[in-house]
């Protein structure tokens, strides 16, 4: 079936370096998608979307890559701080006949910023 | 705003019993839903409402009722507890225009079927 997933489960980096999230989709109709941040014992938190019509969209610190040809989608965090260890989970949208959009996410992936 | 709550944060079931998780949001949000998730995996969906008085099944229904006589509350039931209902449970709530289409997501509810 259609589905979310991510390429790494775990993404160490060291304090002030760029992080890269990965994230590949395979349903090709999708057009609209999320990413979330959970930290331990949080809900996920919103950090970022970008529709399909779009290659790129950047927000503080973050950016996120869409390549719609190889269906791939990418977090950057750029000079990454302690507080952005987290789990980091891509998602996209399923439009339902009710017109609720349901969130089909990946599995995550966990982030590990030292110091 | 207190945004999305949900109660009680933590619960301990026995294998039979029922009881009801709580979520509620002052954001006058359309949309809520519910759902669960298990360790290592992303979340999936339960139940979901479009509004006061609609409800429909995601993707894992089973075991699992739902109500919502006000814009503001969504209740999740469990009927009869099973050890497989071990989880996490998320309730999440939006506005109902894709233009402002962002989930916001309650603390979450640990469950414990023994």
């Known amino acids: 079936g259609e589905s979310v997933g991510l390429h790494l489960p775990t993404l160490s980096v060291q304090e002030g370096d760029n992080s890269i999230i990965n994230c590949a989709y395979s349903n090709s109709a999708s057009d609209y998608f999320i990413w979330y941040k959970q930290e331990s014992g949080k809900g996920p938190q919103f950090i970022i979307d970008?529709?399909?019509?779009?290659d790129k969209r950047q927000g503080q610190r973050v950016t996120v890559l869409l390549n719609k040809t190889v269906k791939h989608l990418s977090l950057q965090i750029a000079a990454t701080q302690p507080g952005d260890s987290a789990v980091y989970f891509c998602a996209d949208l399923e439009p339902q006949n009710t017109g609720f959009q349901k969130l089909v996410f990946g599995t995550g992936t966990r982030l590990l910023v030292s110091p | 705003n207190a945004g999305v709550t949900q109660t009680p944060k933590f619960q301990v079931l026995k294998t039979g019993q029922s009881m009801t998780l709580q979520c509620a949001q002052d954001?006058?949000?359309?949309?809520m839903s519910w759902y669960r998730q298990d360790p290592g995996m992303g979340l999936r969906l339960i139940h979901y409402?479009?509004?006061?008085?609609?409800?429909d099944q995601g993707e894992v229904p089973n075991g699992y009722n739902v109500s919502r006589s006000t814009t503001e509350d969504f209740p999740l039931r469990l009927l009869s507890a099973a050890p497989s209902q071990t989880s996490v449970y998320f309730c999440?709530?939006?506005?109902?225009?894709?233009?402002?289409?962002?989930?916001?997501f309650g603390p979450g509810t640990r469950l414990t079927v023994l």
């Open positions: 954001m006058n949000h359309e949309y």
């Open positions: 970008i529709r399909s019509n779009m």
């Open positions: 409402s479009v509004g006061a008085g609609i409800t």
């Open positions: 999440a709530s939006s506005y109902a225009s894709l233009d402002q289409y962002t989930q916001y």
